[in-house]
Nanobody, 122 residues
Framework: QVQLVESGGGLVTPGGSLRLSCAAS????????MGWYRQAPGKQRELVAT???????NYADSVEGRFTISRDNANNTVYLQMDSLKPEDTGVYYC????????????????WGQGTQVTVSS
């Protein structure tokens, strides 16, 4: 079984910083894309940033220049450094990973973390 465990959410004031972490564990052959999505109350879940196995990175326009996604391949961990936070960044942040299982090499499955709350408020 595969688990994604997020940490690092919390309450910050506008302009502050927060660092999210997500570690994938369990029966994993390889991890392709990892990333972060977020969902504000009453809104649809939206992409924040993704990072592929070759470090190819994609950011949402709303966060580019303020957020930095990175990964630790040895520990199957993805990070999201969030700087210059704005109230509109508030939401539940979900870790995402596309993972190949040992018994199904070449077939990738999507996994999601439980979510961590990020609140930006004065």
């Amino acid at each position: 079984q595969v688990q994604l465990v997020e940490s690092g959410g919390g309450l910050v004031t506008p302009g502050g910083s927060l660092r999210l972490s997500c570690a994938a564990s369990g029966s994993i052959y390889s991890v392709n894309t990892m990333g972060w999505y977020r969902q504000a109350p009453g809104k649809q879940r939206e992409l924040v940033a993704t990072i592929r196995a070759g470090d190819n990175i994609n950011y949402a326009d709303s966060v580019e220049g303020r957020f930095t996604i990175s990964r630790d391949n040895a520990n199957n961990t993805v990070y999201l450094q969030m700087d210059s936070l704005k109230p509109e960044d508030t939401g539940v942040y979900y870790c995402y990973a596309m993972i190949a299982r040992p018994a199904r090499v070449g077939s990738y499955y999507n996994y999601w973390g439980q979510g961590t709350q990020v609140t930006v408020s004065s």
